[in-house]
């Protein structure tokens, strides 16, 4: 049983005037307003939620489930950082793979703007290792800049390659009419940008976002009431992969741990990177795309800084892959446990051919992504998806 | 299990998992404090693992000794924390390295440099203060007398 991607939905990214339980009523909204309500098909839920600390509320799992007339299915919440969203999605494939469950509805929800910049901050600190992290005072910015400083070093990448992938996703949210950020940017405007944590400035970092997304995971059966006219979109792997919990400990030019999952999710999906047509990958900053582009085998190793250069430009060995062609996390927003999802949608809608002029790929039919969660791969995601 | 020598080992048994064990964080701490930076060495596979824990990351061994590591290493990299967690606002801006010891052990800790005189790879050297006041207020009720450790150029 290979399950299918029956509807998707989500809210607006950005700062919204709801509170999450209303972020995730407007992505359910979306998801089933054409099939049957959720009470007629859903036989479980997942809660993708980073942190208690933005709504001071735990039990999401029941709470969504009661909010959308699911109280009578099993639900939980999903802990991972910003890796939530796909291990939600992949509880819900592993649920309907099994036979245990014929749809599962997968969601992620996040408010990331209620306490601030402060309260965003703290919520995030909590992702890294206590003992000797945190009381050091990193941030999330540092750590990915600990990272940034090392590439920068190690490859023949500047500043000014990192810009240009933020540049680039820009150019794709321009496009989206879900992003958080539907407007271009320029190199300079990039460079010009204010230290955060250098060598990274504001603008290689994806912004603080409330938002929520929800995919329903579902057998052929389920799936034929939902029936479009587009083509079925089928979740053909999964792949699971980790890191280090501290920096430290790690290499710090390979993500080791997405590395692994985008592997076991190529093969149980019998492809290759070159395979891909569009990825969505983990660009909370814009060092992160050229590691992931590395890491999924798009790029060779020190080369994926080159992920917003036309194919034609990129250096051998590169595929033709089209990245974070929603905006990614930079540009579409970045609402922690809602990300993983927002992805899922993204490359649906490449696949059913309902992303809009602009954006869309032409004759895309093999989709990645990667989620992770903690500074970087300390907890990593992948999914392939396949008409 | 406990060594015949003073050198703790993994596995622990459940009764040797104690407050005063260098594999758990009080331990680790209390070490820290008197003036020893700990880790725990693979013997199967001679990774170094900092603080101690009860098993190798790498090759999942328990079989791990804690050995005194050198105060003194290099900077892998590093960066400079401009927005700080609430509690350290007073501190912004500040440095923050990732060193790799003398004996190959890595850790994360604050440079005691402005950002632009750190480099890759300056050589540095550890120290261990009791926390001021502010590192007191965001520390949980078992950290409050944990030392906080740093890094000064040599």
């Known amino acids: 049983m290979v399950p299918s991607i029956a509807a998707v939905g ?8 709801l509170t999450g339980r209303d972020l995730f009523s407007a992505a359910v ?13 859903v036989d479980a839920l997942y809660v993708g939620n980073q942190s208690e600390s933005y709504e001071h509320q735990i039990m999401y799992g029941t709470l969504l489930a009661e909010w959308c007339g699911l109280r ?5 919440r999903v802990e991972g950082c910003a890796a939530a969203g796909a291990l939600a999605l992949r509880h819900a494939v592993e649920d309907v793979r099994s036979g245990r469950r014929d749809a599962v509805l997968a969601c992620g929800v996040e408010k990331m703007t209620a306490g601030g910049t402060a309260g965003a901050t703290n919520a995030l600190s909590a992702a890294f290792d206590r003992a000797l992290e945190q009381r050091s005072g990193v941030t999330a910015p540092s750590q990915y800049a600990l990272l940034a400083q090392r590439y920068l070093h190690d490859t ?4 000014r390659d990192l810009a240009r992938i933020a540049v680039k996703n820009h150019a794709n949210a321009a496009v989206n009419p879900r992003a958080q950020f539907q407007r271009e940017t320029d190199v300079g405007t990039v460079l010009d940008s204010d230290y955060v944590a250098p ?3 504001l603008f290689d970092c994806a912004p603080v976002t409330d938002g929520a997304a929800a995919v329903l995971v579902a057998n052929a059966e389920v799936a034929a009431r939902f029936d479009d006219a587009g083509p079925t979109v089928r979740i053909a792997g999964v792949g699971a992969g980790a890191n280090n919990i501290g920096v430290a400990d790690r290499n710090l030019t390979f993500v080791e741990g997405a590395h692994d999952a985008s592997r076991e999710a190529y093969d149980e999906a019998g492809v290759d990177p070159a395979d891909v047509d569009v990825a969505e990958v983990h660009d909370a900053f814009t060092i992160s795309e050229a590691l992931l582009a590395e890491a999924a085998g798009f790029a060779p190793r020190g080369r994926g800084y080159e992920s917003a250069l036309p194919p034609a430009e990129r250096s051998a060995g590169w595929t033709d892959t089209r990245l974070s062609t929603s905006g990614g996390l930079k540009a579409r927003g970045h609402p922690i446990g809602a990300t993983g999802l927002a992805q899922a949608v993204e490359v649906y809608e490449q696949l059913t051919r309902t992303a809009t002029p602009g954006r869309q790929v032409d004759d895309a039919t ?10 970087a791969d300390a907890v990593t995601v992948a999914h392939v998806l396949t008409t | 299990m406990t060594d015949h020598d003073d050198t703790p080992t993994a596995p622990l048994a459940r009764e040797d998992v104690t407050a005063d064990s260098p594999f758990t964080l009080p331990g680790f701490f209390a070490a820290l404090d008197a003036g020893d930076l700990l880790a725990a060495v693979c013997e199967d596979c001679d990774t170094h693992l900092l603080p101690p ?16 590591q050198p105060k003194t290493g290099t900077v892998v990299s590093y960066t400079e924390v401009r927005t700080p967690p609430p509690a350290l606002e007073d501190r ?8 790799e010891l003398d004996s190959g052990a890595r850790l994360t800790g604050r440079l005691s440099v402005p950002y632009a005189e750190a480099s890759i790879p300056m050589p540095v050297r550890l120290t261990a203060r009791p926390p001021d006041d502010d590192e007191r207020e965001m520390a949980l009720a078992y950290e409050v007398d944990w030392p906080i450790h740093e890094f000064a150029p040599i």
């Open chain 1, 156 to 159: 023949d990448a500047t500043e």
């Open chain 1, 366 to 375: 093999t989709g990645l992504l990667i989620n992770e969660g903690g500074v």
């Open chain 2, 92 to 99: 912004a801006p500040y440095t923050v390295a990732v060193v």
């Open chain 1, 29 to 41: 909204a979306e998801a089933f307003a054409d099939g049957p309500d959720p009470a007629e098909v």
């Open chain 1, 10 to 17: 989500t809210s607006d990214f950005g700062r919204i005037e």
């Open chain 1, 72 to 76: 009578h299915v099993p639900a939980e």
């Open chain 2, 53 to 68: 824990r009860p098993a190798c990351y790498a090759c999942g061994g328990r079989s791990l000794r804690v050995e005194p």
């Open chain 1, 199 to 201: 060598p990274l400035k």
